[in-house]
T-cell receptor, first 112, second 114 residues
Framework: SQELEQSPQSLIVQEGKNLTINCTSSKTLYGLYWYKQKYGEGLIFLMM?????EEKSHEKITAKLDEKKQQSSLHITASQPSHAGIYLC????????????FGTGTRLTIIP | DVKVTQSSRYLVKRTGEKVFLECVQD?????MFWYRQDPGLGLRLIYFSYDVKMKEKGDIPEGYSVSREKKERFSLILESASTNQTSMYLCASSLPGVRTGELFFGEGSRLTVL
């Protein structure tokens, strides 16, 4: 079965600094999904990457997909307190498969 | 606004009790899911339903069953709760096709089994 490893597991960043979270798959990626979870709540969909080399941005969050490396990165520019939470990547075993596997998440703390 | 509602945010049950976790979505989505989330293990899929009365096992279905009698409602049933089922349970829904993978999650139900 597919496994998604996220690094780092936790991150403490000063407000205004940039940061990067990585997600590496044990198998070929057929689409990669990024979610954010506020502590003790459900997940919120951020963005979906489907093609190798694809890059998407949402506000100050940019995600890229490197199919060859079976990896995706999520980059936050000029971090703000509102960015704090747990970021999770998810992927399906093949195209159009709804049953996603998720990484264990990266806990992001923003300090003023 | 899209909404997935889980009936209980917090539950405390005793070992051996039958537990029902209810989930309702108002988006007319075909797909519905139950995940559990545990520290260090992340989210693991318990069951998936792609239509009324249709279901598929996920990665960890043992000890659980599901019911989907209506499109908008997906219930997770713990026939005889055990302490190792203490967890955060997350329900989600999605559309099939091009938006596959864009799941809408409820706020979660935190279950403690004593």
């Amino acid at each position: 079965s597919q496994e998604l490893e996220q690094s780092p597991q936790s991150l403490i960043v000063q407000e205004g600094k940039n940061l990067t979270i990585n997600c590496t798959s044990s198998k070929t990626l057929y689409g990669l999904y990024w979610y954010k979870q506020k502590y003790g709540e459900g997940l919120i969909f951020l963005m979906m990457l489907q093609k190798g080399g694809e890059e998407k941005s949402h506000e100050k969050i940019t995600a890229k997909l490197d199919e060859k490396k079976q990896q995706s990165s999520l980059h936050i520019t000029a971090s703000q307190p509102s960015h704090a939470g747990i970021y999770l990547c998810g992927a399906g075993p093949n195209f159009g498969n709804e049953k996603l596997t998720f990484g264990t998440g990266t806990r992001l703390t923003i300090i003023p | 606004d899209v909404k997935v509602t889980q009936s209980s945010r917090y539950l405390v049950k005793r070992t051996g009790e039958k537990v029902f976790l209810e989930c309702v979505q108002d988006m007319d989505h075909e797909n519905m899911f139950w995940y559990r989330q545990d520290p260090g293990l992340g989210l693991r899929l318990i069951y998936f339903s792609y239509d009324v009365k249709m279901k598929e096992k996920g990665d960890i279905p043992e000890g659980y069953s599901v019911s989907r009698e209506k499109k908008e409602r997906f219930s997770l049933i713990l026939e005889s709760a055990s302490t190792n089922q203490t967890s955060m349970y997350l329900c989600a829904s999605s559309l099939p096709g091009v938006r596959t993978g864009e799941l809408f999650f409820g706020e979660g139900s935190r279950l403690t089994v004593l």
